[in-house]
């Protein structure tokens, strides 16, 4: 039996996809434009309460250009998953996408704490609430079509 739903599901997760291989690009490309400014001086003012130094701006420009690139890299992965777990039917895909957002979302939110960044604890949880559901749905509906 098809399920009217799995495709709608399938599409919001590959829109997750583009929407993290756009926001990889802006990183790489568009970390220095002054819409990312509160942005920078949240994350600086975490490390040098006091003022940070010019080196260390340029640091955390380039730490996050290059996490672009990497988000850009995963968004692909991202991608080429979800086609596998579409064409094949195989439960197993969705599960380890699922694996693998509970053991990064956990971690990524711990390590921004430790600075209290809230905003990635919110940008995570946004993530997290919106990509498991339908990744559970997807492992539920062909796990039973096996």
Same mark, same amino acid.
């Given at each position: 039996?098809?399920?009217?739903?799995?495709?709608w %599901?399938?599409?919001?997760?590959?829109?997750y +996809?583009?929407?993290h291989?756009l926001?990889? @690009?802006?990183?790489?490309?568009?970390?220095?434009s002054?819409f990312?400014?509160?942005?920078?001086?949240?994350?600086?003012?975490?490390?040098?309460?006091?003022?940070?130094s010019v @080196?260390?701006?340029e640091?955390?420009?380039?730490? %996050?250009? %290059?996490?672009?690139?990497?988000?850009?890299?995963?968004?692909?992965?991202?991608?080429?998953?979800i086609?596998?777990?579409?064409?094949?039917?195989?439960? +197993?895909v969705w599960?380890?996408m699922?694996?693998?957002l509970?053991v990064?979302?956990?971690?990524? @939110?711990?390590v921004?704490?430790?600075?209290?960044?809230w905003?990635?604890?919110?940008i995570?949880?946004?993530v %997290?609430?919106?990509?498991l559901p339908?990744?559970?749905?997807?492992?539920?509906v062909d796990?039973? +079509?096996?």
């Amino acid at each position: 039996m098809e399920y009217e739903f799995r495709p709608w %599901l399938v599409r919001w997760l590959y829109g997750y +996809a583009f929407l993290h291989f756009l926001v990889g @690009i802006g990183m790489t490309w568009m970390m220095e434009s002054t819409f990312f400014e509160s942005y920078h001086q949240l994350v600086l003012g975490r490390f040098w309460p006091e003022g940070s130094s010019v @080196i260390a701006r340029e640091l955390h420009l380039w730490w %996050l250009k %290059l996490f672009g690139a990497t988000l850009q890299f995963a968004a692909i992965f991202m991608a080429v998953l979800i086609y596998m777990g579409d064409r094949t039917r195989r439960a +197993a895909v969705w599960l380890w996408m699922m694996i693998g957002l509970v053991v990064w979302g956990p971690q990524d @939110i711990y390590v921004s704490l430790q600075r209290d960044l809230w905003i990635h604890l919110w940008i995570d949880l946004f993530v %997290l609430s919106s990509m498991l559901p339908p990744l559970f749905l997807l492992w539920r509906v062909d796990s039973k +079509a096996v």
